[in-house]
């Protein structure tokens, strides 16, 4: 397949939803691209024959592909011709200069000309400067490197280097049998486990050709809204934090340990890592449906009511309202996915549009479309969420009650082969790219969180914006940056 097909698949209706490398240069590389679309998600390959280190880049194009092919020329040294800016992205930047000569050495030159790549400049202008936010920040921030370029207070440009989490995932899956790898990619991004090891489920029992059975689908279903209604919670406190609001932060902080307890007492993990299996789940629910349904009510109440304090608090939604805004037609333009993507008017669910396990027996409770594509239309997306998560939750208790329960999985037979699979995860659309050797194990996995699709244009949501927004802007991604860079 040509660029010319693909790019015609995309005018008609398919969304470029990730790309990733296969093989080397030398011996003839294979760029995956994959095309979302209702239904399902497809695979159109670009081969590079052996020895070919360059193509001509698909981000002109589509603008989408921009951080996926800085990872491709990192990971595998193939240069996108045309391409706007080749920083490196998931490696760490060269360092070709000497070191300085440390305190106390029998030399100091009498000048120092700084080095002016390690805070590289994209904005020119009298008086802006760039410093480094990052990559150690105050709490428990994960490690990434923001180079803020301003004058002072406006914040012309944000560059994001996130190399420093870079962990080597997608090589470590090779060689693993399914039922292996499944523990690895519930680790990939620890506040997505559940949407990761679903997704790569999803992709083995595509392969075999294995539906799981209902009670399965159903707690898998379970699993997924309660992991999305922790992420949504966190998202608040983060929010909240920025403002200043100590009791809002203590009340969601309190409901998220909450929502974490109920997973843990329902499988043992507080993260809901083991449950999901290729062909289904290891084990029911330890909790039974009444105590169930009676903790989710008693948790939804209670998150309710602090959530319509919250929207009604003047100071937090000054902060909010305008901030960080993403127009509709930039978000269609770059697919961005979930909260951010739906923010901004953008409908791509893949519960709905490309429906897995137990969705399509469940009435889904859509909320209103947002279309300001700020800070305040992204946590209204979650409030959205959040109720429907736990109606979804209500019909998941009833059905399992009535369902026989003695079959949790089905058998998977190892199957050569390249598959897809997906899920929704809190931040968005997780896929992973499975390839199956004839002998049964994983010959090649790459994961793509919705954190790496939707991070690279975080720089553009500071646009009009100023420096004290700069918390309110990324706690509104709710990203995570072990899911941008694995």
């Not at 003839?28 to 070919?52: F, K, M, N, Q």
């Not at 539906?211 to 992991?227: C, G, S, T």
């Not at 062909?279 to 009444?290: C, E, N, V, Y």
Request: contains cysteine; negative net charge; glycine residues 10%.
């Amino acid at each position: 397949m040509t660029a010319e097909d693909i790019l015609a698949r995309i005018g008609d209706g398919a969304r470029f939803a990730a790309l990733a490398g296969d093989g080397d240069v030398t011996e003839g590389l294979t760029l995956h691209v994959l095309l979302a679309r209702p239904g399902g998600v497809d695979v159109a390959d670009l081969v590079l024959p052996p020895g070919c280190d360059r193509y001509p880049a698909l981000t002109p194009a589509i603008p989408a592909a921009f951080w996926y092919e800085r990872k491709l020329h990192d990971l595998y040294g193939v240069l996108p011709q045309g391409h706007p800016r080749l920083d490196p992205l998931v490696l760490p930047h060269a360092e070709d200069n000497e070191p300085l000569p440390s305190p106390g050495a029998a030399f100091h030159p009498a000048h120092v000309e700084p080095d002016e790549r390690a805070l590289p400049s994209h904005v020119v202008g009298t008086g802006l400067f760039s410093f480094p936010h990052g990559p150690v920040r105050s709490g428990v921030f994960e490690s990434v490197e923001y180079v803020v370029e301003t004058p002072g207070e406006d914040i012309p440009h944000v560059n994001v280097r996130p190399h420093f989490k870079h962990r080597g995932l997608e090589v470590r899956f090779e060689g693993m049998p399914p039922e292996h790898a499944v523990l690895l990619a519930e680790r990939v991004e620890g506040i997505a486990s559940v949407a990761h090891a679903l997704a790569f489920c999803h992709a083995v029992e595509e392969l075999a050709g294995a539906q799981p059975p209902l009670a399965a689908q159903l707690v898998r279903v379970l699993h997924a809204e309660l992991e999305r209604i922790a992420n949504h919670l966190d998202v608040a406190m983060k929010l909240a934090d920025a403002a200043g609001l100590a009791v809002a932060v203590a009340r969601f902080g309190w409901h998220k340990e909450r929502v974490l307890r109920l997973v843990s007492a329902l499988c043992g993990s507080r993260f809901g890592r083991g449950v999901a299996v290729p062909g289904g789940i290891r084990a029911l629910p330890l909790l039974g449906r009444d105590a169930l349904r009676s903790t989710a009510d008693k948790l939804r109440r209670d998150v309710e009511g602090d959530a319509v304090a919250l929207m009604q608090t003047a100071s937090f939604l000054d902060r909010l309202r305008g901030t960080g805004p993403l127009d509709e037609a930039f978000a269609l333009e770059h697919g961005l996915l979930g909260p951010v993507g739906r923010g901004s008017g953008t409908e791509d669910d893949a519960r709905w549009q490309r429906p897995y396990d137990a969705y399509p027996k469940l009435t889904r409770r859509q909320g209103p479309e947002h279309r300001d594509g700020d800070a305040m239309a992204r946590l209204r997306v979650r409030w959205d969420e959040v109720a429907e998560s736990f109606d979804l939750i209500g019909q998941v208790a009833d059905l399992l009650g009535d369902e026989d329960d003695d079959v949790l999985s089905v058998p998977v037979e190892p199957v050569s082969g390249q598959a897809v699979g997906w899920a929704e995860a809190p931040q968005g659309e997780v896929l992973y790219f499975l390839d199956v050797g004839a002998s049964g194990l994983v010959r090649r996995c790459a994961p793509r969180s919705a954190s790496f699709h939707n991070l690279a244009v975080f720089s553009r949501a500071f646009r009009g914006d100023v420096l004290t927004d700069f918390p309110f802007i990324e706690a509104s991604f709710g990203l995570s940056i072990a899911g941008v860079v694995m």
